[in-house]
Structures are given as C-alpha cells and as structure tokens.
C-alpha cells in the first residue's frame, strides 16, 4: 500500500461522539486525500491537503473536518458521529507532478 | 462539477475471454483518467492510466483507450485469470490538486 497506514482499521462507535482517523504516509508525498466508499456511490473525496496545515473541501466535507501539522500525517475527524458516516474510509496520496494516488488499507467505521 | 458514470455495474466472463468496462465524464477540462482494481478488504490499487494527450495505452493484458470528442474511455482486460475478479474503478480528474471523481464500480467475475 504504497507507505501509507490507516489506524484504527476498524472502530465502532456511539451517535453523537467524536471521532478522528489517522493516515501516516512514509513517502514524503505532498498530497493527501480523505475518501469514503459506500455501495452504488463509488469513492467520494471529504477533504484533501496539499501541504502542512494546508487543507481545502472536497464534494462530501460536511460533518467532517481536518488537519495536517506534518507533511507525514493527516487526520479526519468526526466531531459528532451519525449513522450516515457508517463508511468504510480510505485515505490516498500524491506526488503531484505525476498525478498518480495511492490509496491505504482503509477503515471500517460503524456508528450505531 | 465533474460527473463519471461507469457501465456495467457487473461483469462475468470465462477465463481466456477478453472484458471490456466503459466511463464517461462530464466536465471538458478533465485531463487524466486512471483505473484501479479493488479487491475484497483492500484499498483500490491504480492499475493503468492514461493522460488526455494519447489515445491509447497499453500494459501487458490491460489497455485503455480515451475518445476526448465523445468524452467517454474504456479499460480492456484480454486473456482474463481468476485473479482479475475484483472490482474495478475509474476515475477522472482536471488537475486541480489531483482530485479524483470516481464511478461507481464494476464487479468483475472471471469464472473457469
């Protein structure tokens, strides 16, 4: 999986609690993306980043937010989780120039 | 925003026959299409991609082919193997920090 580690690979957890995801890359790429994969909507991208403590919106940002203190790792968190956020979440990575992603192991988050 | 759509939803085939999955985009300004292939569990693995400045590539068993005109591109797998069941995926982008619009998938099934 290309240097990239997502923990937890699986959690589950209450309505309305907080939760964060970690993605640690070893590859010193810039870019760094959040997905999640539901049935019949393929991959749709939450956030992504571009650079330490630089992050923009992607087309499902809602509920979610992020952050990026070192160019290794990105986090996603959930501030108050809802059932929609029952995912599997995937986080990918970039060079850039190349334009080429590589994707993580995934986690499996239920929200009961 | 960009809009990919990806047909069929399912695909079988025997061994030895040749698969054929089809997307279109939507926005002009996309430029890069990559294809990636996931299986059971796994994060999705880019397989091939091609660059708006060809029409073709090819890699081994796998080739991909892009008509700009009509906005649509094409994997093509030949002599499938069991290991090629998976679910494959393609995607688009317009460059804009690399961002990926992805359809829906399609589940491959290869059976002897």
């Known amino acids: 999986d290309a240097g990239i580690t997502q923990s937890p690979r699986h959690k589950v957890t209450e309505t309305g609690t907080p939760v964060t995801l970690r993605c640690h890359q070893t590859e010193n790429h810039r870019y760094m993306y959040w997905y999640r994969q539901d049935p019949g909507h393929g991959l749709r991208l939450i956030h992504y980043?571009?650079?330490?403590?630089?992050?923009d919106k992607g087309e499902v940002s809602d509920g979610y937010s992020v952050s990026r203190s070192k160019t290794e790792d990105f986090l996603l968190t959930l501030e108050s989780a809802t059932s929609s956020q029952t995912s599997v979440y995937f986080c990918?990575?970039?060079?850039?120039?190349?334009?080429?992603?590589?994707f993580g192991p995934g986690t499996r988050l239920t929200v009961t | 925003g960009e809009n990919v759509e990806q047909h069929p939803s399912t695909l079988s085939v025997q061994e030895g026959d040749s698969a054929v999955i089809k997307c279109t985009y939507s926005d002009s300004a996309s430029n890069y299409f990559p294809w990636y292939k996931q299986e059971l569990g796994k994060g999705p693995q880019l397989i091939i991609d091609?660059?708006?400045?060809?029409g073709e590539k090819k890699d081994q068993r796998i080739a991909v082919t892009l008509n700009k005109t009509a906005k649509h591109f094409s994997l093509h797998i030949t002599e499938t193997q069991p290991e090629d069941s998976a679910v494959y995926f393609c995607?688009?982008?317009?460059?804009?920090?690399?961002?990926?619009?992805f359809g829906t998938g399609t589940r491959l099934q290869v059976t002897l």
């Open positions: 990918a990575i970039s060079e850039g120039t190349s334009r080429e992603q590589y």
């Open positions: 091609i660059r708006s400045n060809v």
């Open positions: 995607a688009a982008s317009t460059g804009t920090a690399s961002k990926l619009t």
């Open positions: 980043s571009y650079g330490v403590k630089d992050t």
